[in-house]
């Protein structure tokens, strides 16, 4: 503890005005201190009061020398140079980084280095350390040199480091400065600190009374301990806790300090609201102020709508390469451009993107397909404003100066129409303000850093946003404050309760800085370097918040995970209490109600079913994957895939063989020697090419054309060999479109090949591209497959079907697979007398049965669908492994009900 000589003088002896001073560890301090001085001047009737003059000692220090410029104590001329602001020098360790390191430096966490590196020079500095050769690592010496750099630009640009100014100000007062106070008090120094001991030492010299200040209670409270069984009970019984202090005392101040704030930061934040607003639910709610708040604030670039900002700016900077997650989040979020209106079309267009476009791609393909889209599904402005945004990136010069860039970025943002069209909360509108204030401050980088590109000023920008912390203005204090353990002491509070102290956690484990060897540190009496000295500020800060509130509690978690944790060896005196983690809710028991959830609405008379075939092969495996998927609209979206997926693939396949048999029969194929099919092959490839680039964002890439060309063409050349086998057709229908009306239930289908024999009976051909084909369930109750039953029993009602047959079109096991009338009419395709072992003769005893019974179930899986069938039942868990909506269907539930009551 700096300078534990002084004597004591408690808070409530100190009179208020200019003097004394009192210098604070904190900035928060300084305030707590402030507020609760002001609060004793009321308690003892004092109506009007001189607030305490408390600060921290670079915010005195500052306004001492200033105040002594303006009286000419201290001549223009003798300033050092121009000061830079802790942004400003971490900027210079940065370049001095970058050009280290060269063509690798975006290897490297630059940020992280910088501050270990600012650091290390203010240690060095600050302790006088002396590195011997021996012990030149070559860390170090890559230190050395990013130092020697950071010097070499300071000298050039007279520039003077935070540190180097706070000494030259410490020296102004040992020259004779005034504007001293008479007495000066101390307040929350706990760990060493080579400065401000310099400063006290000057100040004694000039014959300033020095005192450490007392804000404690007037008594050591004895504090009681709180083991819990992990972090979240942790944060529900310190939640519960404070909201008990509250009802009894409606004027309490309450202070719950972490040890792991960052990470328990949610976790906290969900109990307070659970305890202290349990009502505060949805968004009506979001304007209410809360009765607690975060001393910190939270970085402003995780506020919603600096984030949204930030990346919009992300589009223009790096318009090259946008991955297209990133963009279907600004598309599918709010805070710029008719994000009201335009919210449901601009999230069908995100939908369709991602069957369009590769994960990663530039701006300029992302805005044209959006183009495409918007017209039709009615979002003008987005299109406008993504236009605006193509055309900036276009325009916007290589390199310029950050404020220059600065103006780039503010005028993008006003032209996107950021922050959107809806009200603002008082929250965001102070988000929006501090965003355009970090904006205006990249001009303090133009002299540091000159000319740059759009990447790096916004990399400054958004490191501004996350070094800054935000917190917007309250209009009443907040009753319940919560900190970090370094900013629990702020001045005295009712109630203090400090979570997260297991060993390991409290005291901290020692971090010296990585650049400088660790001894060194050490031997110097860097308190970050020394687990002894860590353990004795601990102990001291323990001491202060006893004596700091009227109710100390202090709790650590008994494991994380599975992993078992122990209470810190500084809390073995602390006696124990029991703490209920959870809060105890009244509870009245209601009858139960039974709902069957098995049956929905009938299908009404206005309302638009889709699916085609796929809803009843949804049906015919389980009702309730038909009823969510088809009727009500749940889906998976599709993921954005590099090149051609299986579905663009089976269309450039199905677009070929449509070219090429349209209009054509057998005896064309066969007439056709070995070079004319193979160039009508190259012929019908190029055009399902062309076809599907022409309905594309852009052509295909032309090494990706000629690979995916020449495995059309191997593919089509065996499959044409498999059909040459076949008795003799003539191709009457491709991709024929037929509208069915099955017991009421519009059905639209596309049949991918009608063939006509010599006798004028047809064959129905459904292609296949995949390996995995199946027929089983022909010949089932429920027919999961009913594409081909459905053509042959119900798109031809007036016409004699001789066959129905899947086309396996692959290179390794091509062939037909189905079912017909008689044999020799499809190669490996048998009659159905043949296959009885799957079509019982006393189910299906002809070929007329069979199609009427196609017929009869697939009516009754319609008749279903109208009658709002939808429950989950499936015969076997696998026909649901490629289910889009197998979370709504609670499989796990129903494996786990089924494993309690022992039922199959």
Known sequence: MIRSDLPFVSLAELPGGP?????????????????????????????????????????????????????????????????????QERSLWEQAIARDTGAVAELFDREGMALAAMEAASLQRAWRIEVPEPLHTEEYRAFLRWRDAVAEACQAGSWRTADEVMAWRIECIARGIGGLPARLGIAGFIAPDPLVSRLLVVLEARGVELFRLDF?????????????????????????????????????????????????????????????????????????????????GSPLAAEPLVDVALRLLQLLVHSQRVAQTEFGALLCGPGWSADVDEADARASIEAVLRELLPPETSLERLVRAVLRQADALQASRLAADLGALLEAARRAPRRQLPSAWAAVFAALLDALGWPGQRTLLATERAAVDELRE??????????????????????????????????????????????????????????????GLNEGAWPPAPRPNPLLPAELQRRAGIAAARADSLAVEAQSLQALWCESAGEVVFSWAQREGERPLRASPLLAEIPRREWPSLPVMPFSPEPLERLDDAKAPPVGADERIRGGTALLAAQAVCPAWAFYQYRLGAAVLPAPTF????????????????????????????????????????????????????????????????????????????????????????????????????????????????????????????????????????????????????????????????AVALA??????????????????????????????????DEFPDWQTLRRLWAERITDLAREVRDGIAAVVFDDEKNIQYCDVRPLLRVAERRQQFDETGEP
Not at 65 to 78: D, K, T, V
Not at 442 to 460: K, P, T
Not at 753 to 775: F, N, P, Q, T, W
Request: charged share 25%; proline share 5%; aromatic share 4%.
């Open 643 to 802: 090149g051609l997926d299986a579905r663009a693939r089976g269309s450039l396949l199905h677009a070929a063989l449509e070219e090429f048999w349209r209009g054509r029969s057998l005896a064309d194929l066969t007439r056709m020697d070995e070079v004319t099919r193979g160039a009508e092959i190259r012929r019908v490839v190029a055009h399902a090419l062309a076809e599907f680039d022409r309905d594309a964002v852009e052509p295909l890439p032309p090494r990706l054309r000629q690979l995916e060309g020449e495995r059309l063409q191997a593919l089509l050349a065996v499959w044409l060999e498999v059909e040459a086998q076949r008795a003799p057709f003539r191709v009457v229908g491709c991709e024929e479109r037929h509208a069915l009306d099955i017991e009421g239930l519009p059905v639209r289908v596309t049949i991918d090949r009608i063939d006509e024999l010599e006798d004028g009976r047809l064959v129905v051909i459904d292609y296949k591209s995949g390996r995995k084909v199946s027929a089983d369930s022909w010949a089932e109750q429920r027919i999961s497959e009913p594409q081909l039953p459905i053509y042959a029993a119900l798109a031809f009602p007036g016409r004699a079907v001789a």
């Open 438 to 499: 970090a904006l205006g401050g990249l001009l303090a980088l133009d002299g540091i850093l000159g000319r740059v590109d759009g990447g790096e000023a916004l990399r400054q920008l958004q490191r501004q946003c996350r070094d800054q912390a935000f917190a917007a203005a309250r209009q009443t204090p907040a009753r319940v404050e919560i900190c970090s353990l370094a900013d629990a002491l702020a001045g005295p509070v009712d109630g203090l309760w400090v979570m």
């Open 216 to 296: 404690g209670r007037g008594e050591t409270m004895l504090a009681a301990g709180a083991e819990l069984p992990d972090a979240e009970a942790e944060c529900i019984a310190a939640a519960n806790w404070a909201r008990d202090r509250l009802a009894r005392d409606a004027s309490s101040r309450v202070r719950i300090a972490v040890a792991d704030l960052p990470a328990r930061r949610r976790l906290l934040e969900s109990a307070l609201e659970n305890s202290l607003h349990p009502d505060a639910v949805g968004v009506g709610w979001a304007a209410l102020e809360r009765d607690f708040a975060f001393a910190a």
């Open 808 to 841: 396996r079109v692959t290179r390794d096991e091509p062939g037909f697979l189905g079912v017909a009338e008689s044999d020799g009419l499809l190669p490996d395709v048998k009659a159905l007398d043949a296959q009885r072992k799957r079509y019982a003769e």
């Open 19 to 87: 003097e004394p001073l009192v210098l604070c560890a904190t900035a928060r301090l300084a305030t707590g201190l402030r507020r609760a001085h002001g609060e004793l001047q009321a308690a003892r009737g004092a109506v009007t009061w001189q607030a305490l003059q408390s600060s921290t000692p670079a915010m005195w220090l500052d306004h001492l020398s200033s105040s002594a410029l303006l009286r000419g104590e201290i001549q223009p001329a003798s300033v050092p140079g121009t000061f830079l602001s802790r942004a």
